[in-house]
T-cell receptor, first 113, second 112 residues
């Protein structure tokens, strides 16, 4: 059983489009995260939700909107995609913000043409 | 601002060589420290972590790391690398606010 899953794995789209990436975890964790990994492999946190409540919101353009319908899901919607949004997006989950390790999903490679 | 610095961008070793990857962080408070590994085309996996206690921690696959508080360092070591250790290695620090801050990563290439 996959602990943290993301769909789709690859996403190729045109500039200006709107797209969503979905994330689900079956670990029973109450905290979920979105990270962006750029072309130089640098990983940076974007958002964190704890019990469906937004906890961390880094300086991310407001074209990015996370949505957490329940504790097991954290989706990422991106409006008006730009070339610079091309990256690998990782979802992660943990039990509490200061709890144990974060478990990462397989990543979604987004390519904006 | 909190930051994590990994000294080497790309390390190339032959099999059986010893490995040490440097990691330094800047944060004055209590931290939790992690090393994650990302094998080619895969997601990040935890290698080891330090929360408190013995500053020398052992992880999976023969890796270990030493926390030196006075140097704000958490270097990763392995006495003898294998070809299968070829991967990207990330040091990370979690602050009291719960945010996980990653270093820029070190690419390790092991030649068979």
């Amino acid at each position: 059983d996959t602990a943290v899953s993301q769909t789709p794995k690859y996403l190729v789209t045109q500039m200006g489009n709107d797209k969503s990436i979905k994330c689900e975890q079956n670990l029973g964790h109450d905290t979920m995260y979105w990270y962006k990994q750029d072309s130089k492999k640098f990983l940076k946190i974007m958002f964190s939700y704890n019990n469906k409540e937004l906890i961390i919101n880094e300086t991310v353009p407001n074209r990015f909107s996370p949505k957490s319908p329940d504790k097991a899901h954290l989706n990422l919607h991106i409006n008006s995609l730009e070339l610079g949004d091309s990256a690998v997006y990782f979802c992660a989950s943990s039990q509490g913000m200061a709890g144990d390790e974060q478990f990462f999903g397989p990543g979604t490679r987004l390519t904006v043409l | 601002a909190q930051s994590v610095s990994q000294h080497n961008h790309h390390v190339i070793l032959s099999e059986a060589a010893s490995l040490e990857l440097g990691c330094n962080y800047s944060y004055g408070g209590t931290v939790n420290l992690f090393w994650y590994v990302q094998y080619p085309g895969q997601h990040l996996q935890l290698l080891l972590k330090y929360f408190s206690g013995d500053p020398l921690v052992k992880g999976i696959k023969g890796f270990e790391a030493e926390f030196i508080k006075s140097k704000f360092s958490f270097n990763l070591r392995k006495p003898s690398v294998q070809w299968s250790d070829t991967a990207e290695y990330f040091c990370a620090v979690r602050t009291q606010g719960g945010k996980l801050i990653f270093g820029q990563g070190t690419e390790l290439s092991v030649k068979p």
